[in-house]
């Protein structure tokens, strides 16, 4: 897990998934405030990107890193 290497793009794995039962989400727009689509449902939210931080279990996925 790295916290640091979050940007648009990168899959997440939040401490709590979506109500729809899914926790994979995708930053679609990463600033003060991100922007976070739920692979599951498509829902998009908009979170600041402090409580994205605090909220993130795992980084699935940066494709800087494959
Ligand atoms: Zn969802």
């Known amino acids: ?5 979050l940007k648009k ?7 709590k998934g979506h109500p729809c039962g899914e926790n994979l989400w995708e930053i679609i ?3 003060a405030v991100c922007k976070l689509k739920c692979l599951g449902c498509q ?6 990107r402090m409580d994205l931080r605090k909220k ?6 940066n494709e800087e890193d494959n």
């Open 29 to 31: 727009r990463f600033g």
């Open 9 to 15: 793009g990168s899959i997440l794995v939040l401490k």
């Open 43 to 48: 829902r998009e939210v908009l979170m600041n």
């Open 1 to 5: 897990m790295n916290k640091d290497k």
């Open 56 to 61: 993130v279990k795992k980084v699935v996925n």
